[in-house]
Structure formats: C-alpha cells, structure tokens
C-alpha cells in the first residue's frame, strides 16, 4: 500500500469513530428519535473503523516481512563477499610466495 492509500483509511477510521461518538452522544441526551435502522449507525461506524485498523496492520505486516527479506538478501550478500575475500587472501597469499621465490632466485 502506498502512503497515501494509508492516510485515506486513517481519515476512515477517525471519520467512523467521530460518527459514532457523536450518535451515541446525541442518543444519551435523548435528541434523536429514529427508526431500527439509523439505530444500527454507530455499529455500522466500528465495523468499518475496525476493518481500516486491521487494513493498516496488514499493511504494516507486509512491509515488516518485506523489510526482514531484504534483510536476509544482504546477509546472503555479505556472506558471498565473505567467501570471496576469503579466495583473493589465499591468491595473495600465494602470489606472496611466488614473489619471495623469485626475489631468491635472482640473489
């Protein structure tokens, strides 16, 4: 999900939680005299305020488990960069000698 899908579902949830604040409130004072239906409003509000939070946590799941498999693509990296050094380290090293003979032979 891109950034701004996410600040679209944070204005949902804020949206859903302020209606359903303000129907229970208008509802305690007594104000509002409304068929079954409208009474199902603010239930209506928290399920779709609870669907964006659980949106938005899948969201973040994916980039954490995206996040940790780039991770381990460096480690494998790292690990064959490891593996090389290790290689040019032995060829110095016998380069080294090849030089040292070669030095003694022209003594």
Not at 34 to 39: Q, R, S
């Amino acid at each position: 999900m891109n950034n701004k899908k996410i600040k679209f579902l944070f204005w949902i949830f804020w949206i859903s939680v302020i209606i359903m604040a303000i129907w229970i409130i208008i509802k305690l004072l007594g104000l509002v005299k409304t068929p079954l239906i409208f009474e199902i409003l603010p239930s209506i509000a928290g399920f779709i305020s609870l669907i964006t939070i659980g949106m938005i946590l899948g969201n973040n799941f994916q980039k954490t488990n995206f996040t940790f498999e780039k991770i381990n693509k460096m480690e494998n990296r790292q690990n064959k960069m490891a593996i090389g050094l290790i290689n040019i380290e032995k060829d110095i090293s016998i380069i080294k000698q090849d030089i040292g003979e070669i030095k003694e032979k022209i003594k």
